[in-house]
């Protein structure tokens, strides 16, 4: 615990690891266990979903990280569905994945879900026609529920919300506009402005922007590897909260 009662975040997400990947975050994860209590990982912890992707991860999170690790699932994780034994593996390690639950950590609150796409704003899709795409919609409901629930189960007055998805138009900003609407969705920011929190951790839009702010100035940062990379030049976001 740092001055004033805070805590010192260390977030990353998209890290997209391969069979290869063997050592490639090892001076980022031993700097993060001496300068961070916890450290979030954002999804797309693999590449294409695998098991011995997932195993080379355990082992460099294992070996070089000391503290408290949370995680979400992202989209690249589900592509082989072997998700759920891509989960375990991880966990194994001693993450702890945040999936509609919540965990307190020197007392400070930690809601997190996957979310899912649906757009933004007065172009986010409605559910409306074909069975399709009610179904698209509600699974996007679906996540912000599950947030609501993760984060009116805390009783802490500082949360931090960790997603893959974005809850915002403003961090995806540098992506194709016409991709926007599987970058993420306004119903995941209503959630977070309706229930309260400090700060969001989001991936997913590899073009994104670092920075935003939710309708009702949540601050939102979108921790994708590749825009850490080209915006700060170090593959881990620092925070204090
Ligand atoms: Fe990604
Ligand atoms: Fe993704």
């Not at 702010?213 to 700060?232: E, G, I, S, Y």
Request: charged residues 20%.
């Amino acid at each position: 615990m740092g001055e004033n009662g805070q805590i010192r975040i260390a977030a990353v997400g998209d890290i997209h690891y391969t069979k290869t990947s063997k050592g490639r975050l090892h001076d980022a994860f031993i700097e993060a266990s001496g300068n961070a209590d916890v450290l979030l990982l954002a999804g797309d912890l693999t590449d294409y979903g695998l098991a011995d992707e997932a195993n080379v991860l355990a082992e460099d999170l294992k070996a070089n990280v000391k503290i408290p690790i949370l995680a979400v699932l992202g989209n690249h994780d589900f592509e082989s569905d072997q998700a759920s034994e891509v989960k375990s593996i991880v966990e194994a390690a001693g993450v702890e994945f945040l999936d509609g639950s919540c965990v307190e950590i020197k007392g400070i609150g930690f809601a997190g879900v996957c979310g899912f796409g649906g757009g933004f704003d007065r172009q986010m899709l409605s559910a409306w026609g074909e069975p399709l795409i009610k179904a698209f919609v509600q699974e996007s409901v679906n996540h912000s529920l599950k947030l609501e629930k993760a984060l009116t189960n805390l009783s802490t007055e500082k949360k931090v919300v960790l997603l893959h998805y974005s809850p915002i138009r403003q961090t995806v900003q540098g992506e194709n506009p016409e991709i926007y609407p599987f970058l993420g969705s306004s119903h995941l920011e209503a959630t977070i402005d309706h229930f309260g929190a400090l700060v969001v951790f989001h991936g997913h839009a590899h073009n994104g922007t670092l920075e935003g702010k939710t309708a009702r100035d949540v601050q939102v940062f979108n921790v994708a590897q590749p825009v850490l990379m080209r915006t700060q030049k170090k593959p881990l976001f620092y925070y204090k909260v």
